[in-house]
């Protein structure tokens, strides 16, 4: 079983840059494929990103690709995710996920085992 600690949200202002992080507490972690979802207040929790256990397979939501990217490094057990061109619209808490049983990359929550507990990531107009 691996532990996932988010960390790096805060409070941005729109076109601002912010980069999250998501370290996990064993080794195995590089056998898993990774996940950012999030939630914003009153709404359902959606994807954001995704990326392989290898890193060379990776997805975004529409309303992400362009603006954020995700990466990870296996020697430091962590996983991150890059925003730039922040918009208002991206206030939510950011969770980060993995599995092992993913063979590349997943963009449903369930597919994930294992979630971090979010960072909350705020945007002001």
């Known amino acids: 079983q691996v532990q996932l600690v988010e960390s790096g949200g805060g409070l941005v202002q729109a076109g601002d840059s912010l980069r999250l992080s998501c370290a996990a507490s064993?080794?195995?972690?590089?056998?898993?494929?990774m996940g950012w979802f999030r939630q914003a207040p009153g709404k359902e929790r959606e994807f954001v990103a995704a990326i392989s256990w290898s890193g060379d397979t990776t997805d975004y939501a529409d309303s992400v690709k362009g603006r954020f990217t995700i990466s990870r490094d296996n020697a430091k057990n962590t996983v991150y995710l890059q925003m730039n061109s922040m918009l208002p619209e991206d206030t939510a808490i950011y969770y980060c996920a993995g599995s092992p049983l993913i063979i590349t990359t997943a963009t449903m929550a369930s597919r994930y085992d294992y979630w971090g507990q979010g960072t909350q990531v705020t945007v002001s107009s």
């Open positions: 064993s080794r195995t972690f590089r056998r898993y494929a």
